[in-house]
């Protein structure tokens, strides 16, 4: 028996234009003009109302994992049958009763390049809607500061390497999800809009690919590392002889912990307050050949690995250029053999041993 794995890495990122309207919906109108003109990050308080906006996925759980772990007493924190993102009244109303000082926007709507090719409408409209809702009423009803979560698809399909912050808006977006990156686009510009406008604390981050606990192991809409995971689990358990990865190898990736990422939206809380958005990265690559090996290894699949040359490789290399954030003192602490341990360990605790 032979396992097949389709590693596709498409770099993701049409190009924008926006233009400026004066107009602003009624059921968005703005109601808060704050006096501020300048801020001056500092810790948060451990008794602080703290909103995580999509708690239950994979960056959400993992920054109430760390803001638990720090001794945050009063996390905010909703379902979506509790609390629908895409209804201004419903999020408005939320934060009129709640008035949380911190929001950590991380809800999204995700998915593969299927996913997004089959209903970009929803992509688009789903996530301006969230975005929308939470930055205008956390800045309705006073909080003290926003922090936005993107992608890395943000960036132009040709970025140069490592991509800068300002590479943004400099080139074609990746048509395969285009969509998504639109509105996380948005999402970056709002908060800008807003603190030009309004002196609203909103900061963006863009983090790169992200692995971890809670992961999608999801058989077709999973994204490489989980895939590759979940692939070489199979091939162990049925004890086949070789599994079959498509392309040559060679290309280069960059991998984060979503523990790392945590740990750094919470030090960009405390320390970071601008107008640019700021990439989070771990500054390590790997090619897919020796993610492959790794995995490999991690797994325990004592069979071989068949690299097919004969189908596409993808993008010879998508890195972030993180070094504005290790300027202010922060760097990913987790190597990616542990966190691949321990991503694969979550795996089977909370996947397999349920199946």
């Not at 995580?52 to 049958?81: D, E, F, I, P």
């Not at 090719?117 to 409209?125: E, G, M, Q, V």
């Not at 205008?136 to 926003?146: E, G, V």
């Amino acid at each position: 028996m032979v396992y097949c794995i389709y590693v596709r890495m498409i770099r993701q990122s049409s190009q924008l234009y926006f233009k400026h309207s004066p107009t602003t919906s009624a059921n968005l109108q703005i109601t808060h003009t704050p006096n501020l003109t300048q801020f001056d990050p500092t810790s948060m308080d451990k008794s602080a109302t703290i909103f995580v906006a999509g708690h239950r996925g994979l960056v959400g759980s993992a920054v109430v994992r760390k803001l638990t772990s720090l001794g945050y007493t009063n996390l905010l924190l909703r379902t979506h049958s509790e609390l629908d993102l895409t209804s201004q009244s419903s999020v408005d109303a939320f934060f009129a009763a709640h008035k949380p000082q911190y929001v950590i926007l991380a809800a999204a709507k995700v998915g593969g390049i299927h996913a997004n090719n089959t209903y970009p409408a929803d992509f688009i409209t789903v996530n301006l809607q969230i975005q929308t809702n939470v930055i205008t009423s956390a800045f309705n009803h006073k909080s003290r500061k926003l922090l936005f979560l993107g992608s890395s698809c943000i960036y132009p399909k040709f970025a140069p390497q490592p991509i800068p912050e300002s590479a943004l808006l400099t080139g074609p977006l990746e048509p395969t999800n285009e969509w998504y990156a639109v509105a996380k686009i948005s999402g970056i510009k709002m908060c800008q809009a807003f603190r030009i406008q309004h002196s609203f604390d909103a900061i963006s981050a863009m983090p790169t690919n992200l692995y971890g606990t809670n992961d999608n192991f999801h058989p077709e809409n999973s994204h490489v590392l989980p895939a590759l995971l979940r692939r070489f689990h199979e091939a162990k358990s049925k004890n086949v002889e070789s599994v079959v990865v498509w392309g040559s190898g060679s290309p280069l990736r960059e991998f984060l912990h979503v523990d790392d990422l945590a740990d750094a939206v919470v030090f960009m809380m405390e320390n970071y307050s601008d107008l640019e958005h700021v990439n989070v990265g771990s500054g390590k690559e790997v090619t897919i050949k020796e993610l492959a090996e790794l995995v490999k290894e991690v797994v325990g699949f004592q069979g071989e690995i068949v690299w097919d040359s004969t189908k596409p490789d993808g993008t010879p290399r998508k890195l972030m250029d993180s070094s504005k954030l290790a300027d202010l003192g922060w760097e990913a602490k987790i190597s990616l053999k542990d966190g691949l341990t321990d991503t694969y360990k979550w795996y089977l605790e909370n996947v397999i041993a349920k199946q």
